[in-house]
């Protein structure tokens, strides 16, 4: 069983910054990616960042240049650092990871129960 667990969702103003983490746990052999998505309500899932094992970062137009997404070497702790959040920045946050619960099996994703993240003045 694998687990994903997020953490340093809350409030912050305009402006300001959170941090948020995404811990795995549990039978795993390989991560070969964990992303940050977030949902509104009524909306579909979108991704905001995502990093491989390789090192290789994508992110969304919409926070490129404010969000920071970095892991250690094996993906089991992957953190999202968000700088300079505005009010769209509200949302439910979501990590996902893409891995191999044991050699030999196949590609797995699995996610996170969500944080909420909110900007507010």
């Known amino acids: 069983q694998v687990h994903l667990v997020e953490s340093g969702g809350g409030l912050a103003q305009p402006g300001g910054s959170l941090r948020l983490s995404c811990a795995a746990s549990?039978?795993?052999?390989?991560?070969?990616?964990v992303a940050w998505y977030r949902q509104d309500p009524g909306k579909q899932r979108e991704l905001v960042a995502a990093i491989t094992s390789n090192g290789h970062t994508i992110y969304a137009d919409s926070v490129k240049g404010r969000f920071t997404i970095s892991g250690d070497n094996t993906l089991n702790t992957v953190d999202l650092q968000m700088n300079s959040l505005r009010f769209e920045d509200t949302s439910v946050y979501y990590c996902n990871a893409d891995l191999f619960p044991r050699q030999g099996m196949g590609l797995y994703r699995y996610w996170g129960q969500g944080t909420q993240v909110t900007v507010s003045s």
């Open positions: 549990g039978v795993i052999f390989k991560i070969n990616a």
